[in-house]
């Protein structure tokens, strides 16, 4: 249900005004985005957040109001060996508050980002709650793969985004009709259900 992924977004952000949105590419990505700069984009369906790192890596969180989940999505060329549909662990921690091991499915054909791996955080579960928690009261996230650190994100300017992505989900909410439909992101290569 989509009540708890709503809540706790709101619970780890501040208040903040109008929704705003990046300059979209074709498949509702940003068409650039500057290193820890975080952005906004959202179709009729989904909203999702970009932050770059300026290292290579790109980070995507999305939503939608139909799921309990939020997804998460690490691009970086450096993931292009990796079998695509293939589950893999991968390392998060933020700021020194201890490693998560999260187990992502690799996608090797998303967008121009390039390839990257793919992660559900359910927020209605301890475990979740306790990564968003962390998320949200973090300045870095660092992510690695097989104990080697491939890049670090900075947090700073996460918050308010995050609140206008619950605002957008909100507003998704808001407007859904009754009749339900698979929802999708377009990446490059193959949609990936969410």
Same mark, same amino acid.
């Given at each position: 249900?989509?009540?708890?992924?709503?809540?706790?977004?709101?619970?780890?952000?501040?208040?903040?005004?109008?929704?705003?949105?990046?300059?979209?590419?074709?498949?509702?990505?940003?068409?650039?985005?500057?290193?820890?700069?975080?952005?906004?984009?959202?179709?009729?369906?989904?909203?999702?957040?970009?932050?770059?790192?300026?290292?290579? !890596?790109?980070?995507?969180?999305?939503?939608?109001?139909?799921?309990?989940? %939020?997804?998460?999505?690490?691009?970086?060329?450096?993931?292009?060996?990796?079998?695509?549909?293939?589950?893999?662990?991968?390392?998060?921690?933020?700021?020194?508050?201890?490693?998560?091991?999260?187990?992502?499915?690799?996608?090797?054909?998303?967008?121009?980002?390039?390839?990257?791996?793919?992660?559900?955080?359910?927020?209605?579960?301890?475990?979740?709650?306790?990564?968003?928690?962390?998320?949200?009261?973090?300045?870095?996230?660092?992510?690695?793969?097989?104990?080697?650190?491939?890049?670090?994100?900075?947090?700073?300017?996460?918050?308010?985004?995050?609140?206008?992505?619950?605002?957008?989900?909100?507003? %998704?909410?808001?407007?859904?009709?009754? !009749?339900?439909?698979?929802?999708?992101?377009?990446?490059?290569?193959?949609?990936?259900?969410?």
């Amino acid at each position: 249900m989509f009540k708890p992924l709503f809540a706790f977004l709101l619970l780890a952000t501040p208040s903040v005004g109008a929704v705003s949105q990046s300059p979209a590419s074709q498949n509702g990505a940003p068409q650039s985005i500057p290193a820890g700069q975080w952005r906004l984009a959202s179709s009729s369906h989904n909203c999702m957040v970009h932050a770059a790192s300026g290292k290579g !890596t790109v980070l995507s969180i999305a939503a939608s109001p139909d799921e309990q989940a %939020l997804l998460f999505i690490v691009q970086n060329t450096k993931l292009g060996a990796l079998q695509d549909g293939q589950q893999y662990p991968v390392e998060v921690e933020f700021d020194q508050m201890g490693e998560w091991q999260i187990d992502a499915v690799a996608q090797r054909e998303l967008d121009q980002d390039g390839p990257g791996v793919i992660f559900a955080v359910r927020p209605g579960r301890e475990d979740g709650a306790n990564f968003i928690k962390e998320f949200a009261g973090a300045s870095g996230m660092h992510i690695g793969r097989d104990g080697v650190k491939m890049d670090s994100l900075p947090l700073q300017g996460s918050r308010p985004v995050m609140a206008q992505m619950a605002q957008c989900l909100g507003t %998704l909410w808001s407007n859904a009709s009754g !009749t339900k439909e698979e929802k999708t992101f377009e990446g490059g290569g193959k949609a990936i259900k969410i």
